[in-house]
């Protein structure tokens, strides 16, 4: 079993930035990948970001490229996503993902909210 737990989350005003975490516990040694989905009000939820756990590769929404930067700490068992220069329109709850060997199917977090005020 593998639990995810998510922080980070909050209100902030349009051009600041927040930085999310999201911490596995458990089985994490079959971990190949961890990232980041959202979904806005009333909308379908979103791919943002993924990083493999290895190589450390990251993969970006067009909507978010340049502005959010996913990174890991495998000792930790820990993917961050640093968001930057945010904008109205990032506002949703942010659920982190894990992707790994042997667990029945991709993994959620519980979310978190993120609000961007203008």
């Known amino acids: 079993q593998v639990q995810l737990v998510e922080s980070g989350g909050g209100l902030v005003q349009a051009g600041e930035s927040l930085r999310l975490s999201c911490a596995a516990s458990g089985r994490t040694a079959s971990t190949l990948s961890m990232g980041w989905f959202r979904q806005a009000p009333g909308k379908e939820r979103e791919f943002v970001a993924t990083i493999t756990w290895s190589s450390g590769t990251t993969y970006y929404a067009d909507s978010v490229k340049g502005r959010f930067a996913i990174s890991r700490d495998n000792a930790k068992n820990t993917v961050y996503l640093q968001m930057n220069s945010l904008k109205p329109e990032d506002t949703a709850v942010y659920f982190c993902?894990?992707?790994?060997?042997?667990?029945?199917?991709?993994?959620w977090g519980q979310g978190t909210q993120v609000t961007v005020s203008s």
């Open positions: 993902i894990l992707d790994g060997r042997g667990l029945g199917g991709r993994l």
